[in-house]
């Protein structure tokens, strides 16, 4: 195993030096990390076992992601959750799971072909009555939630559809949670690229703007977390 956290000297953070105490997550750590904490289902395991072999299969999320989530749905007492981006339906599951028996989620993608691979593994977890999937552009989606009254009404809400709506889906899904409610947002550190001033392309920049505008706007608490492939949460405020 590698050693440790990796300090790089030289970082200079509103003005102060110090090191970056960041652990770098090598495999045999990660492996560890796993070991010692993952509690994933058989049949969140069997799909991801069967998303594996779909040539996308980078856009699932990692496992010890979805169970940090459920465990925030947990710590909400989330009954109503919303999720931009469904794709095999893994992250969908592992929040529907942590949902009390009348809980509801709405699940907006387009693909009809990669949710009905979710469909499947919904029902067999016995939770497809608790999952409400929109196929439709999401943003069409959550204006239309919007539409029928119910802003505000949300407890958890999950991003990860294509990135250069994400400022759109940004707004919309802060309009459908509740004051105290909570926003996840996927992939807000993108590979590294968001620091990488040559990565120019579409994703990339609306992905440093989204992270921009969360990080100045004082509706919400946030923190952009070293998880995965970063993952921001914003807590609406009450007013
Ligand atoms: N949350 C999923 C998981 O953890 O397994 C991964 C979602 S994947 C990164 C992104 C999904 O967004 C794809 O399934 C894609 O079909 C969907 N998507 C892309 N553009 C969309 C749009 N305009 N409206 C709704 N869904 C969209
Ligand atoms: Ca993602």
């Known amino acids: 195993m590698q050693s440790g956290p990796g300090p790089v000297s030289g970082v200079s953070i509103i003005g102060v030096e110090m090191t970056n105490k960041t652990l770098t997550m090598n495999d045999a750590l990660y492996t560890y990390l796993l070991s010692v904490s993952l509690r994933e289902s058989g049949i969140l395991r069997r799909l991801r076992a069967e998303t594996a072999a779909d040539a996308m299969a980078r856009m699932q999320s990692a496992p010890e992601q979805g ?3 459920a465990l925030l749905v947990q710590l909400l007492g989330a009954r109503r ?24 989620i709405v699940a907006c993608d387009i693909s009809e072909e990669w949710t009905s ?91 440093r703007a989204l992270n921009q505008h969360v990080h100045a706007d004082r509706r919400v608490t946030m923190s952009l977390l070293p998880v995965a492939d970063g993952l921001t949460l914003a807590l609406k405020g009450q007013t």
């Open 81 to 104: 959750c919303l999720e931009v981006g469904v794709y095999t339906g893994y992250s969908t599951l592992w929040v529907a799971q942590a949902l009390p028996p009348d809980g509801r």
């Open 117 to 207: 691979i979710a469909r499947r593994y919904w029902a067999e977890a016995g939770v497809a009555d608790r999952i409400d999937l929109r196929l439709a552009p999401a943003l069409e989606s959550l204006q239309g939630l919007i539409g029928a009254g119910q802003a505000g009404s949300f407890d958890f809400a999950f991003i990860d559809a294509d990135k250069e709506n994400y400022g759109n889906y940004y707004e919309a899904v802060l309009q459908l949670l509740r004051p105290g409610g909570l926003l996840a947002i996927d992939n807000t550190l993108w590979s590294g690229d968001v620091a990488d001033p040559e990565k120019q392309d579409a994703d990339t920049r609306a992905i």
């Open 67 to 69: 169970q940090f989530m």
